[in-house]
């Protein structure tokens, strides 16, 4: 079963020409992400609906392919007529049987339906890459999701310490307030204090649902299984090589939305080429072959039949309005999508040096957050000593216990933040990283 889905998988990504880079989601040496992964491009209903979008774009060219091709039709018909009896027509019956055989062809001298054929590839190659930003959004998003359970595993890990740490601060405190050595008011406070950390506690586990929820969907599973979810854990996950500092700007025309975009406007322009020769005259075949139960022959034979072949030119009368208003329509979304094509250019190398600087500055405020937990530590190890040597209370040494967990749950947002802007620049170079 798992080398089926491979193949499945393989022939995913090369469809229409296309590598979504799978392994860069490998380098995150996580097992549980590799398989989610294929798992979301088996089953997720986007991508299906994507592909099925792409079959009508296909089906669309050979539509179209066959419009250049000679037409022939075949008609099934009953005649009924009266003529006047004379000796030119006693052999001609009143009641017959008619079957004509039509054919057409229109020449493609100015190659227009060849064109049109073109505007029609060049649109099944945009949706194809419309079809590939479904899958890079597709895989990016499996990939957040996934980071974000590990980050409410760990923020829940945690904030279960804090509320622990909190209780028994709460019970020293207590005894305290019994001995009157605090008043009510400061005794209020510490049940304040740990009321809030519940409340903290009942909204991580709700954020975490919600992001299982949606990371089951995004799968293609039931959110009702989503306590079957496997993961790992934060502390191991972590991206195993070197994301660039530089990224070349030319790549900014590997993404799918570029992709789409630019065979747009070579359908687009192919239109107004299209659109020009409509003003031009037609050249067109016809012919007839009707066989008849009316004469005196036999039927399918030259005595009961007749034929006839035109060919000439046709102009339509009373449209040039509409055809010089056409070809306005096809220049100014020409002019449109140029101008869409300008922007979405912009926007892909904004989003590249946004996410760079993102990086940049998460690896910083992760560095800082990971000397701000060394430094817990040792203030909590030096705590401890003091609490045996009887210097500081207990209630001292929750507090700096609460502390360190409080800064190793913000140095696993930051790393988290850090590794979902690695997804953001996946996205941002149209999966070519």
């Avoid at 060849?114 to 505007?119: E, F, I, P, Q, V």
């Amino acid at each position: 079963m798992r080398i089926l889905l491979l193949i499945l998988i393989c022939f995913l990504s090369v469809n229409c020409a296309y590598c979504y880079n799978l392994d860069f989601f490998s380098r995150f040496s996580d097992k549980f992400l590799d398989e989610y992964i294929k798992e979301a491009l088996i089953n997720n209903h986007d991508l299906k609906a994507a592909n099925q979008k792409l079959e009508q774009y296909r089906f669309q060219i050979k539509e179209q392919f066959a419009k250049e091709l000679p037409q022939a039709s075949v008609m099934s018909n009953y005649a009924g007529a009266h003529f006047p009896v004379n000796d030119n027509n006693i052999f001609i019956k009143q009641n017959s049987y008619v079957l004509p055989i039509r054919a057409s062809y229109e020449p493609d001298l100015l190659l227009k339906n060849r064109d049109k054929t073109k505007s029609k590839r060049k649109l099944f190659m945009a949706q194809c890459a419309n079809k590939d930003s479904v899958y890079i959004s597709l895989l990016s998003d499996v990939a957040c999701a996934y980071i974000n359970i590990l980050l409410f595993d760990y923020l829940i890990e945690k904030e279960l310490q804090i509320l622990n740490s909190k209780i028994q601060s709460l019970s020293y405190n207590s005894k305290k307030y019994k001995s009157g050595i605090i008043d009510t008011v400061e005794f209020n406070n510490y049940l304040q204090e740990l009321e809030n950390e519940k409340i903290i506690y009942e909204n991580l586990v709700k954020n975490q649902k919600n992001t299982l929820f949606n990371f089951a969907s995004l799968i293609g599973r039931s959110p009702d299984n989503y306590q079957e979810l496997e993961r790992g854990k934060l502390e191991d996950f972590e991206y195993i090589e070197t994301i660039p500092d530089i990224i070349n700007s030319d790549l900014i025309y590997s993404r799918p939305d570029v992709i789409e975009i630019e065979n747009k406007l070579r359908s687009s322009k192919i239109d107004i080429t299209v659109a020009k020769k409509e003003f031009f005259p037609s050249f067109n075949i016809t012919g007839f072959l009707v066989f008849d139960t009316a004469g005196a022959g036999n039927f399918f034979s030259w005595e009961s039949s007749f034929a006839f072949l035109i060919a000439g030119l046709a102009q339509d009368i009373f449209k040039g309005g509409e055809k010089i208003a056409n070809l306005k329509i096809k220049k100014a979304k020409y002019l449109e999508l140029f101008e869409q094509y300008k922007q979405i250019e912009l926007n892909a190398i904004k989003e590249i040096n946004s996410t760079l600087n993102a990086i940049k500055q998460d690896i910083k405020s992760e560095n800082t957050s990971k000397n701000q937990v060394i430094i817990e530590k040792r203030n909590l190890n030096a705590t401890n000593k003091k609490l045996k040597r009887g210097i500081v209370s207990n209630i001292d040494y929750l507090d700096n216990k609460i502390l360190l967990s409080q800064k190793e749950q913000l140095s696993a947002t930051v790393k988290a933040q850090r590794l979902t802007d690695y997804l953001s620049l996946y996205k941002a170079v149209g999966g070519k990283l």
